[in-house]
């Protein structure tokens, strides 16, 4: 909706992959702490540890409901089942692969999850692509519709987004997702620094790889719908229907397409 300057987020990522795993990752890495709350108790006090603790529980409690809207959503559009229905169903499988297998379930899931992902975007985009037709309709659609936005420097902070608003603020939200309780705990559990550093770089990289792939998908649905908006016609209700719609309509005639779909959805919320 607002162009290419989401890309950015890249930028912000690359620098915290930097200062993460030459500030952050040695000081956790020697402590060796179970929780990056400990931290805080051992630099500050128990109260700013418990504030911190708190804080998190709210943070996950606003935020957890809003990544499993995604698949609902899209499980909704394709098969039609309730949202109430899927969303305690997409929880409870969750829970129970991590219950039962610990951390090495998680981040074995991780991986399947983030490749499956990476697989539905790249099926979508092959498809887009040549239904368009080429990379060059779609990049001069975009251009035409002033999409393809990065170098925007305007230092106003009463634009939406800029050129530094998307860097800073990419930066900081990758900071604390880097920061966070099971990114830290799963760095742990590798037994080096220097092999930490690797995960660390491999993790950055498929987080650039991820967002470049989506920001395409974008480019793509815009050069697709450029002159008939589904919003506008009443095909959707909300923007964030427009995948979904894309893949169940335009691509509806490739099989197995829709259910690769619903399963990267899915694993983006697992």
């Not at 996950?60 to 809207?69: A, C, E, Q, T």
């Not at 760095?187 to 792939?213: C, D, E, H, N, Q």
């Not at 395409?216 to 719908?225: D, H, K, N, Q, R």
Request: proline share 4%; hydrophobic share 50%; aromatic share 12%.
């Amino acid at each position: 909706m607002h162009g290419t300057l989401y890309w950015l987020y890249s930028v912000g990522a690359l620098i915290v992959a930097f200062v993460y795993s030459y500030l952050y990752l040695p000081v956790f890495h020697e402590l060796q702490l179970t929780s990056t709350y400990e931290y805080l108790e051992l630099r500050f006090s128990r109260n700013v540890r418990i504030m911190a603790s708190v804080l998190c529980i709210i943070n996950i409690l606003l935020y957890v409901p809003i990544v499993i809207y995604v698949p609902a959503l899209a499980l909704n559009q394709v098969m039609d089942v309730n949202l109430h229905h899927i969303t305690p169903i997409i929880t409870i499988v969750c829970v129970f692969y991590t219950m039962l297998g610990g951390m090495k379930a998680v981040i074995w899931t991780d991986v399947l999850q983030g490749v499956v992902m990476l697989a539905s975007s790249l099926a979508v985009i092959i498809f887009g692509v040549s239904h368009v037709g080429g990379f060059n309709n779609i990049w001069q659609r975009n251009i035409e519709g002033g999409r393809i936005r990065i170098f925007e420097m305007n230092p106003s902070p009463f634009e939406r987004l800029t050129f530094w608003s998307a860097v800073t603020g990419h930066t900081f939200f990758i900071l604390t997702v880097a920061s966070n309780q099971p990114t830290v705990q799963k760095l742990l559990s590798i037994p080096t620094l220097s092999k930490a550093r690797v995960a660390v770089y491999i993790f950055f990289f498929g987080m650039v790889l991820l967002v470049t792939v989506s920001c395409f998908t974008g480019l793509l649905l815009f050069a697709e719908y450029h002159n008939c908006d589904p919003l506008l016609t009443k095909e959707i209700a909300k923007p964030d229907q427009l995948l979904t719609h894309y893949v169940t309509t335009t691509a509806s005639y490739i099989p197995g397409l829709a259910g690769l779909f619903v399963a990267g959805v899915v694993s983006a919320a697992l």
